[in-house]
C-alpha cells in the first residue's frame, strides 16, 4: 500500500464568477489514484454558496485526475459538485453539456500578476511607459516575473496539462498562456487545473493573479481568453459557406453568448484595444478588432481550420465558453 495526497478541486457557487476550491484527502491505494479507485467525497456547501446550513452536504465526484508535480506522491483530482442525491448541482456547467470529441478547443488565458493592488512593472505612483514594447518582449525595461511564468509552464506541463505556448502580453505584467484540448471539455478541464496551479503558485511568491477584464483602466488593453474553436468538419471538409452558416449563427446568438463569456466584459469590449463593441457583432480574416476573426490559414487553406472567437473574458467559465460555442456551431444541422 502507497499513501498518497489528493488534492480534490472544485468550483464553487459564488456569482458572477466562480471560485476555485480545494481540499487534500490522504488515501492509501495499491495503485495510484484513478477514476476507478477514488471515492466519492462531501463538503460543507453552505460554506461556499451551494448550500444552506441546515442541510449542508454536498458530493464531490472525480472527474479527472492529474499528477501533481509540486507535491510528493501528489493528485491533482478535479471534480463535479452533485446534490446529495448525486445529481449535478445548479453550479455545475461542466454536467451541463456533452464533451463531443471532434470539437477542438484551444484558450488563450491572459492574466496580470500584481503585488500590492498594482501589476508587478508598475511605479507605486503612476504608470510606466506607455504599452506597445511590452508584447513578446525581452529585457528588464520591458518584462517582468519571467521566472515565475516559466516555473508555471513547466508546472503545467510536468502535470500534464497540453498547454502549448506562453506570451508576454501587451500590458507590463500581463501575460498568456494557451492551452488545447480535443473534446469540448478537456481543454476546459486543462484551464481550471492550471488556473488552479497558477493561484498555488502566487501564494508561494506574495502575488496574486488578476482575472479581472479590464485591470487597469484609460489607454491600456484589457485581459481576455479568446477560445479558438472547430469541429471535424470545419477542419477536414470546410468551405467558405458552412463558415459563413457558423458566423451567422454566432452572430443571431451574440447576446446569448456574451451573457456567458464573464462579468465586467463591457469594460474591456469597448470597440478599442483590439476589441469590437460589446453590443456589436463583426467578423474578419485576420481582424483582431473584430468578435470573430477568421485566421488566414484558414482562409489559404480552401476554408479548412478553426475561428477564434475574441469576446470571452479572462474571468470566464470556459465550460460555458464551450456550451455556448458547441451549441450555436452544431444549428448548422438544422439547415445544412
Not at 446534490?83 to 477542438?104: C, G, Q
Not at 496551479?197 to 483602466?217: D, N, Q, S, T, W
Not at 470571452?312 to 460555442?325: E, F, G
Amino acid at each position: 500500500m502507497e499513501t498518497y495526497k489528493c488534492e480534490y478541486i472544485w468550483l464553487d457557487g459564488y456569482q458572477p464568477e466562480a471560485n476555485l476550491r480545494s481540499k487534500t484527502k490522504i488515501v492509501q491505494l495499491n495503485h495510484p489514484p484513478s477514476l476507478e479507485n477514488l471515492s466519492l467525497w462531501s463538503y460543507d456547501g453552505s460554506s461556499t454558496k451551494q448550500a444552506e446550513g441546515s442541510s449542508s452536504d454536498c458530493v464531490l465526484k472525480p472527474v479527472k485526475v492529474y499528477n501533481d508535480a509540486g507535491r510528493k506522491n501528489g493528485y491533482l483530482v478535479l471534480c463535479e459538485v452533485l446534490n446529495p442525491d448525486l445529481t449535478p448541482h445548479s453550479s455545475n456547467h461542466r454536467a451541463s453539456y456533452e464533451n463531443i470529441k471532434d470539437f477542438w478547443f484551444g484558450f488563450e488565458q491572459e492574466y496580470v500578476i500584481t503585488k500590492n493592488g498594482k501589476p508587478l512593472g508598475f511605479p507605486q505612483e503612476g504608470f510606466p511607459a506607455p504599452q506597445g514594447q511590452y508584447y513578446c518582449g525581452i529585457g528588464t525595461e520591458n518584462v517582468v516575473a519571467r521566472d515565475f511564468v516559466e516555473e508555471h509552464l513547466e508546472l503545467c506541463l510536468d502535470c500534464g496539462l497540453n498547454i502549448t505556448g506562453i506570451n508576454a502580453e501587451v500590458m507590463v505584467g500581463q501575460w498568456e498562456y494557451q492551452l488545447l484540448g480535443k473534446g469540448s471539455k478537456d481543454a476546459a478541464d486543462d484551464l481550471y487545473v492550471s488556473r488552479y496551479l497558477l493561484y498555488r503558485m502566487a501564494e508561494k511568491h506574495g502575488l496574486k493573479i488578476e482575472l479581472h477584464p479590464k485591470p487597469v483602466k484609460g489607454d491600456w488593453n484589457g485581459s481576455g481568453m479568446h477560445a479558438n474553436f472547430s469541429n471535424e468538419r470545419m477542419r477536414t471538409e470546410g468551405g467558405a459557406d458552412y463558415f459563413e452558416m457558423i458566423i451567422n449563427n454566432l452572430k443571431d446568438n451574440h447576446a446569448e453568448h456574451i451573457a456567458h463569456y464573464g462579468s465586467m466584459n463591457n469594460e474591456r469590449l469597448t470597440g478599442l484595444h483590439e476589441t469590437q463593441a460589446i453590443d456589436r457583432f463583426s467578423y474578419g480574416v485576420s481582424d483582431r478588432g473584430a468578435s470573430i476573426r477568421i485566421p488566414l490559414t484558414t482562409v489559404e487553406n480552401e476554408w479548412k481550420g478553426y475561428l477564434e472567437d475574441r469576446r470571452p473574458a479572462s474571468n470566464a467559465c470556459p465550460y460555458q465558453i464551450a456550451a455556448k460555442i458547441t451549441n450555436t456551431v452544431s444549428m448548422d444541422t438544422l439547415v445544412s
